[in-house]
């Protein structure tokens, strides 16, 4: 991975409770998908979840690539190189994950962050484009995010979506926000026709030993 990639990635165990909630045979689209941590997590068999990862930088589709490989997903995720804003209206999927850029590591200095800071647009317009194609949405988010804000997504639709929070912590240090929508909430009613839920305890750390391949030793 570049430099970007390795504070960018989403650590593995938080990656793989977010992929916990996609249900076997579940078309999942990586929006964001740089260099593949997530589509990787929703790919591996213990899903066996299909993903279409789509990331605009080629560089980083090319090493999401070689680490699909290395876990042995590769045949399960489809790599497109290209603007998830102009491919939106052509995609199907049951899940959306949104793990949009925060800005770099500059991030932890800005007390509330709204959703008006995301890049290449607003969290308000990441979601609208995606809900387009699902309810279903998965958003991997900044732990000084504006918790107000995110809520008020869940009312972009008619009736409100069910929505969820959940702090993701690494080592007992808060890393993100996960924000769930639709039938992916707990308890949502038509939860068991989509996704099973599961902890991230006892899931090796294929990701950290991917990359101990790669060369790096973080």
Known sequence: MDEEGWFSATPEEIAATHAARASSGTIVI??????????????????????VAIDIDPQKI?????????????????????????L?????????????????????????????????????????VAQKITPNIIMFLPRNVD?????ELSWLSSPPLNFEIEESHVQGYTKGITAY???????SPGLSKLS?????????SFFTAGMRLLGFNH
């Open 147 to 151: 918790i107000n804000q995110v809520e």
């Open 62 to 86: 090319g090493y999401a690539i070689n680490n699909a490989k290395i876990y042995g997903v590769e045949d399960n995720i489809d790599f497109i190189v290209g603007d998830f804003f102009q």
């Open 88 to 128: 939106a209206p052509f995609l199907k999927a049951d899940v959306v994950f949104l793990s949009p850029p925060w800005g770099g590591p500059s991030y932890k200095k800005i007390q509330n962050f709204t959703l008006d800071l995301f890049k290449p647009r607003d969290g308000y317009s990441i979601f609208q």
């Open 181 to 187: 929508f639709g039938y992916i909430v707990s308890g």
């Open 30 to 51: 990586d929006c964001f998908s740089g260099v593949g941590g997530n589509a990787i997590q929703f790919a591996l068999r213990i899903r066996g979840c299909h993903v």
């Open 196 to 204: 099973e839920v599961v902890t991230s305890q006892g899931i090796p």
